[in-house]
């Protein structure tokens, strides 16, 4: 029963982010095993979450500085506490010309963090990463990826940090200006899911009041 709340956990944060820009469906994990007790070894079970990577579908925005990213990668966000990671690529130019994140943090660039000119032509983003402003290419976002994605934490917004030991690995993202990724969230998938669920809980539920009853009917005949 205590899997069963766990997963409907899950599926209830995946339906809240369905239209969330590039997020990426919470999936339970749940395992049985045996440990030592008091009165020998007892079975137990445990629900750990993760994440499920597939691709999202490319929704067209029109948008010069709505970036998709298709394939295994991140982009890097500078943000208060170091670097952040993120798939969702709505991002906006202030009045400097600097990339931003919709939270006003600055989009990471390969070395030197590149300027587009405000008042120049429109730029153009290729599908390395490369900006091009007029005959200029100013220069590349950092797409980064990860050997372990396990590894990376959760944070608000649709961010993942990174510990200094987890490794780092080529991205092999290509990116699509004038989109976003969307969601990998299938509504009627995680509907039928619940569904499922909330009867294995029911079940449950069920077997443990008879043997409850039953427990009860012994006691009784032994008074």
Do not use: C
């Not at 956990?9 to 008091?38: D, M, Q, S, W, Y």
């Not at 298709?70 to 952040?84: C, I, N, R």
């Not at 699509?176 to 299938?186: A, F, V, Y």
Request: avoid cysteine.
């Amino acid at each position: 029963m205590r899997a069963a709340e766990r997963r409907l956990e899950a599926i209830t944060a995946n339906l809240a982010n369905v239209n969330t820009t590039a997020h990426k469906a919470t999936r339970p994990v749940t395992r049985a095993f045996v440990v030592p007790g008091t009165d020998g070894l007892q079975r137990e079970v445990a629900t750990r979450y993760t994440r499920d990577w597939r691709q999202g579908d490319y929704q067209p925005t029109g948008q010069t500085f709505d970036l998709a990213l298709e394939g295994a990668g991140f982009f890097v966000a500078e943000g208060p506490q170091g670097e952040l990671f993120t798939r969702n690529g709505t991002f906006r130019m202030d009045s400097e010309g600097v990339l931003l994140t919709q939270e006003g943090y600055p989009v990471a660039w390969e070395g030197s963090r590149g300027d587009i000119d405000p008042l120049g032509p429109v730029p153009v983003v290729d599908s390395s990463g490369t900006v091009h402003q007029g005959a200029s290419a100013i220069g590349r976002l950092q797409l980064v990826d990860f050997a372990d994605r396990t590894q990376l934490s959760d944070v608000p917004d649709g961010y993942y940090s990174a510990g200094s030991l987890v490794e780092r690995a080529a991205a092999e993202a290509t990116v699509r200006q004038g989109g976003l990724e969307r969601s990998n969230i299938s509504p009627i998938d995680e509907l039928v899911a619940m569904i499922r669920v909330q009867r294995s809980f029911e079940s449950a539920n069920s077997l443990m009041r008879k043997i409850d009853e039953t427990y009860g009917r012994l006691n009784n005949a032994r008074m």
